[in-house]
């Protein structure tokens, strides 16, 4: 009895092996419908062969259960797969296991399997057939399911997912890349505001650009190479210029030659040993902020041979440190003091009062222009409109306040605008547009640049 347990362990070890092998379902390749398989064994007191199996469990269960279970009619409507059986002899008697795949209810399914086990003879031996279980495929499924779901979740996780902030910034950087344009006959990488700001930074090439665009400075121009192009030459006349180069030898030559042929008002540069096109948004505010006037770096590095950051360095050595206040040594009174006579009291000179001189404030000189508009000044004040002029000062248009904006955008022919309101960044750059050269309201908010050409006025002035 022993040794029969033990060889059918043997056959059941190598029949989990093979299902382990050929995948999660024995039959699956038969039928994709299947619901469950039954699992059964067999011992015959012989030998006997694979067919003889078969034909035993076809032959005995014909008829026992009716035409609707018959397996032969079930095998030919597909709701019965292919029966697996496999053999093995050993000391003159015959284990093996037997596979049926189903795709009956389970109720059916059941009936089945027990028909099984009323097998009593294989071939011309004794046989005895159990059932061991019945497995559901579609829990075998789901199982598989889930454990493929980890892996693919967990292959999900390792692959690099880009941060919201990461997302944000590319965006922007493609934003940025077409707000580039190309200014001049050299077609120089520039930002969308040196056309018509009165303030440019002069970089060395189209990176440096990109790098200040994404940190929102929209006014710096690329020289692109070693030479200064005409443009930079011709800008430099016109505008505020800053060079900004990079902190190595490549760019203190950009800015020798800069300082030379051009008209360049200040000097400023990357930390030692970095390029601006690598610089964070708080190296380039610091750098600019520590710009130098042009004049003072000619003289340095021109005539005493230093160079930028020794001059920048003497520039901090200079700084004077605040003072420490020490503490003050605590007083250290006598034990017995003397008695002193008192002495007469020394006669103290007043100095007598001097005449008080009145000092007027000195008047700020007015624009000239406001007494050339003065008349439509004060009507704008009364009426509260605004007025359109041309060249020779006459009054083209009347409108109201809230509608001058669109009034701009329509109009090519305004000299100057009168209109009692606040002159903002986005009224400026409307008008530049249209070629006004006279801008006069009220007063100026958050105004950070202007059109050389375009001149604008307050009444407080």
Not at 18 to 35: P, V
Not at 132 to 160: F, G, N, P, S, W
Not at 274 to 297: D, M
């Amino acid at each position: 009895m022993k040794r029969k347990k033990t060889i059918l362990q043997q056959v059941l070890a190598e029949k989990r092996k093979k299902a382990k092998e050929g995948g999660f379902m024995s039959g699956k390749d038969e039928f994709g419908t299947t619901k469950y398989v039954i699992y059964a064994e067999f011992e015959a007191n012989g030998i006997v062969e694979r067919p003889d199996v078969v034909g035993a469990i076809f032959g005995q269960t014909e008829g026992l259960l009716g035409d609707d279970l018959d397996l032969r009619e079930l095998q030919k409507t597909g709701r019965i797969g292919r029966i697996r059986v496999e053999v093995h002899n050993k000391a003159g008697k015959t284990y093996g296991t037997i596979t049926v795949p189903s795709s009956l209810d389970r109720v059916e399914t059941a009936i089945l399997a027990a028909a099984l086990e009323t097998i009593d003879r294989v071939g011309p031996a004794e046989a005895k057939i159990r059932v061991l279980r019945i497995e559901d495929v579609r829990a075998t499924k789901r199982k598989y399911i889930i454990e493929r779901a980890k892996e693919i979740l967990e292959t999900l996780m390792e692959q690099e997912i880009p941060e919201t902030q990461e997302l944000t910034e590319e965006v922007k950087k493609a934003v940025r890349a077409k707000e580039l344009i190309e200014y001049g006959p050299e077609k120089l990488p520039a930002g969308p505001h040196v056309p018509f700001s009165d303030s440019i930074i002069v970089v060395e090439g189209r990176a440096d650009v990109l790098n200040l665009l994404k940190h929102g400075i929209k006014n710096a121009i690329a020289v692109e190479g070693t030479s200064i192009p005409e443009t930079i030459i011709k800008l430099s006349k016109e505008r505020i210029v800053t060079a900004f180069t990079d902190g190595d030898r490549g760019g203190e030559l950009i800015l020798k030659e800069l300082l030379q042929v051009a008209d360049v008002d200040y000097v400023a540069r990357a930390p030692e040993g970095k390029e601006v096109e690598e610089l964070t948004k708080k190296e380039i505010v610091k750098a600019l902020r520590s710009k130098v006037p042009a004049e003072q770096v000619i003289n340095e590095m021109f005539n005493k041979g230093k160079s930028f950051y020794e001059l920048i360095r003497e520039r901090e050595e200079r700084k004077p440190e605040p003072r420490k206040v020490e503490p003050r040594e605590p007083r250290v009174v006598p034990a017995k003091v003397e008695e002193k006579k008192p002495e007469k009291p020394e006669k103290v000179e007043r100095p007598e009062p001097k005449e008080e001189k009145i000092v007027k404030p000195i008047e700020k000189a007015r624009v000239p222009e406001l007494e050339e508009f003065g008349e439509f000044i004060e009507r704008v004040k009364k009426d509260g409109i605004a007025l359109l002029l041309d060249e020779n000062k006459n009054v083209i248009a009347e409108i109201p306040v809230r509608e001058l904006t669109n009034q701009l955008k329509e109009r090519k022919d305004v000299y100057a605008v009168v209109f009692n309101g606040v002159i903002t960044q986005r009224l400026i750059d409307t008008v530049s547009e249209t070629g006004v050269r006279y801008l006069i309201g009220a007063r100026k908010y958050n105004v950070v640049r202007r059109p050389v050409q375009l001149k604008i006025i307050t009444f407080a002035e």
